[in-house]
């Protein structure tokens, strides 16, 4: 899926990522798995086939922002 930023904050995060975070839920019952690609968080994210299922890019110095659902 192609990024559509609207901040440069998640356009730098998502140039400069070197880990991706597939988050769902809230709480308790949230879910969180890190991939080290963004293919590999797509593929992750997918299983669920809702929609609701974050992407957030995450860079090296621990700045993160939500890309996409999928």
Do not use: W
């Amino acid at each position: 899926m192609t990024p559509n930023f609207t901040t440069p904050h998640e356009k730098m995060c998502f140039e400069t990522a070197v880990k991706f975070n597939v988050v769902r839920g809230r709480g308790k019952s949230r879910y969180v798995k890190t991939c080290s690609t963004l293919e590999e968080a797509e593929q992750i994210a997918r299983q669920f086939n809702d929609g609701r299922t974050m992407i957030y890019a995450i860079n090296n110095l621990g700045n993160s922002a939500h890309i996409f659902n999928v």
